[in-house]
Every structure is written in C-alpha cells, then in structure tokens.
C-alpha cells in the first residue's frame, strides 16, 4: 500500500514538473517574440531618424546654408541609441549659427570640427549629395 502511495505521488510530481515546464517554454517563447518585435521596430525609428536628419542637413551639405537647421533637428524625436548625437549636433549647429551672426571664426570653427567629428563617428549622416 505505502508503495502505491509513494508512486502515485513521484507520478503526480512528474506529470506536474512537465505541466509547469511547457507552461514555462509558451511564456519564454512570447517574451521572445515580443523582444524581437521591439528590436524590429527599434532599427525601423532608427532608420527613419537617420533619413530625416540626413534630409535637414542636405542642405547645409549642399551650400553651407544653416538657417533654421537648428530648429529643425530639434523637432526631430532622437532615438536613446543617438542622444549624444542629436545634442552634439545642436551644439554644433548653434556654434555655427553664433559664429556667423556675431561673425566670430572662433565660434564656426568650433562647430566645423563638431560637425566634422560627428562625420567621422556617425558616417550615415551624409548623403549621396556631401563633398
């Protein structure tokens, strides 16, 4: 008797285990899905980011125009991945703007090599247009 008991239990304990086990790979399997989902749509902002900006700066790429740049990078909304970008090149841009207005060489030189730097790290950020 006391054996049909203890294999009644392990019998129990193991159709359970098995249970809670596929109840466990269903819930894994949806977060995964849901991590995918949001990586595929984090790489679809950051490609349309990286349009617009490319967009906005065409001009400045074209003849160095800067007017109204600045607050037109500022409307855009930066992904996490380029918020150290976005605030470089408003910085950049208002050092430029600066520079012209108070024609400080100073000040454009300064937001040339910002601008030229962020060429460098960020090589997207020109297009087919650039020198």
């Given at each position: 008797?006391?054996?049909?008991?203890?294999?009644?239990?392990?019998?129990?304990?193991?159709?359970?285990?098995?249970?809670?086990?596929t109840r466990?790979?269903?819930?894994?399997?949806?977060?995964?899905?849901?991590?995918?989902?949001?990586?595929?749509?984090?790489?679809?902002?950051?490609?349309?980011?990286?349009?617009?900006?490319?967009?906005?700066?065409?001009?400045?790429?074209?003849?160095?125009?800067?007017?109204?740049?600045?607050?037109?990078?500022?409307?855009?909304?930066?992904?996490?991945?380029?918020?150290?970008?976005h605030f470089?090149?408003?910085?950049?841009?208002?050092?430029?703007?600066?520079?012209?207005?108070?024609?400080?060489?100073?000040?454009?030189?300064?937001?040339?090599e910002k601008?030229?730097?962020?060429?460098?790290?960020?090589?997207?950020?020109?297009?087919?247009?650039?020198?």
């Amino acid at each position: 008797m006391l054996i049909k008991k203890v294999f009644f239990i392990l019998l129990t304990l193991f159709f359970l285990s098995g249970c809670l086990a596929t109840r466990n790979n269903n819930n894994n399997s949806l977060v995964n899905q849901n991590q995918s989902i949001n990586v595929a749509n984090q790489e679809e902002i950051e490609s349309q980011y990286q349009a617009k900006v490319r967009e906005v700066l065409n001009t400045y790429w074209l003849n160095g125009e800067i007017s109204s740049l600045k607050g037109k990078i500022l409307d855009l909304r930066a992904p996490a991945k380029y918020l150290d970008f976005h605030f470089n090149l408003v910085v950049a841009l208002e050092f430029l703007e600066q520079g012209k207005t108070q024609a400080d060489n100073q000040k454009i030189k300064q937001g040339e090599e910002k601008i030229n730097r962020l060429k460098n790290d960020y090589p997207w950020i020109y297009g087919p247009n650039q020198p």
